[in-house]
C-alpha cells in the first residue's frame, strides 16, 4: 500500500499556509478595525471595484453567498456600505462603500501591502517565481473546462 506524507501533500500545505497567513493577516485588519474574513473581503472587494453586486463579491472572493450576505448586512450596520436596487431588475443590487467605508479601506490597505511585502521579502528571490507560478495554477484550476462549479471568478471595472 502506498502512503500519503501529509505534511508534503501539496494542497495540505495550501490549506495550513492560507490558514496561517489569513490568521495572522487578521492582525492587520480586525484589532484596528473588529473585521471578520468575509467582512474584510467585501470591504476590499468593494474599495478595489466600486459599486458591484453580492453575487459578483462572492464569486470574486470565493465565498459562499450566506457569508457574502452577513458580511454585507454588518458592513451595512456599521454604515461602511449602501445598496442601490437595479432599476432593470429589482431583484438585484449594486453594493458600494459609504464615505467611512472607503476611510476605513483607506486606512487598512497600506498596512495590508506592508504584510504582503513582508512576505515577498521572506521568499526572497524566489518570489517571482512562486507569483508566476501561482498564475499558472490559478489559470489551470479556473479555466473553463475545469471540472469545477465555482471557479472563483474575476472583476473587471465594468462589473
Known amino acids: 500500500m502506498t502512503t500519503l506524507a501529509l505534511e508534503r501533500f501539496l494542497p495540505y500545505r495550501f490549506n495550513r499556509l492560507s490558514s496561517a497567513l489569513s490568521l495572522k493577516f487578521?492582525?492587520?485588519?480586525?484589532?484596528?478595525?473588529?473585521l471578520t474574513v468575509p467582512e474584510w473581503r467585501v470591504l476590499a472587494t468593494l474599495g478595489q471595484f466600486g459599486a458591484v453586486t453580492a453575487k459578483a463579491v462572492g464569486a470574486h472572493s470565493a465565498m459562499h453567498k450566506t457569508k457574502v450576505s452577513r458580511a454585507v448586512r454588518a458592513l451595512e450596520e456599521r454604515r461602511w456600505l449602501s445598496r442601490r436596487e437595479n432599476e432593470a431588475d429589482r431583484r438585484e443590487e449594486s453594493l458600494m462603500l459609504t464615505a467611512a467605508g472607503l476611510r476605513a479601506y483607506g486606512e487598512i490597505v497600506p498596512r495590508a501591502l506592508a504584510f504582503e511585502q513582508e512576505i515577498l521579502a521572506a521568499l526572497g528571490p524566489d518570489a517571482t517565481r512562486l507569483l508566476r507560478g501561482l498564475d499558472r495554477l490559478e489559470a489551470r484550476l479556473w479555466a473553463p473546462d475545469a471540472p469545477r462549479q465555482n471557479r472563483g471568478g474575476r472583476l473587471s471595472k465594468k462589473a
Open 26 to 34: 487578521r492582525a492587520v485588519y480586525g484589532p484596528h478595525h473588529d
